[in-house]
C-alpha cells in the first residue's frame, strides 16, 4: 500500500514541475552565438539583446531550464536568502574578460526567478549604438 505522505509528494512534485512555461522558437535569436560570447568579451551579444528584448513578454514565467537551453550557462549565478536565483549575462567586453573574471559594473542582462524556477524579472542594460 502507498503511503498518503508519498502520493502528496509525487502530486507536489508534479505541481511544481508544471509550473513555467516552454519558450517558443525565437527565429531572429541566434542562441549558438550568444552562448559562446562567453562574458561577452567578442561583443557579439548586443544584436542580439536587442532581439531578446524584443521577446521580452515571452520570456516572462518560462522555467530555468528553457533559459539555460537558450542562453547558456550564466556568466554569473546568485542566489537569495528567499531560494531566488539570478542569472547575470554580460553584454560587451570588460573587466570580467581576464583570467580571474572579477565582478564587472559593465552592461549586463539580469534575470531574476522566483523560488519556483519560473523568470520573474528582465532587466536589459543600455547599450550605446554602434
Known sequence: M???????????????????????DFPDFDST???RDTYGCQNKRIPLLRVLEKHRDELYGA??????????????????????KVYIYYITAGPQ?????????????????????MLTETLYPV????
Open 127 to 130: 547599450v550605446p549604438a554602434q
Open 33 to 35: 552565438t550568444w552562448r
Open 63 to 84: 522555467r530555468i531550464s528553457e533559459v539555460d537551453k537558450l542562453l547558456g550557462h550564466p556568466d554569473e549565478e546568485e542566489l537569495s536568502e528567499q531560494s531566488e
Open 2 to 24: 502507498v503511503s498518503r505522505s508519498l502520493v502528496l509528494f509525487a502530486l507536489g512534485s508534479l505541481l511544481l514541475a508544471g509550473c513555467g512555461h516552454a519558450l517558443p
Open 97 to 117: 574578460c581576464v583570467a580571474s573574471h572579477p565582478r564587472a559594473a559593465g552592461p549586463r542582462l539580469v534575470l531574476r526567478f522566483g523560488a519556483t524556477g
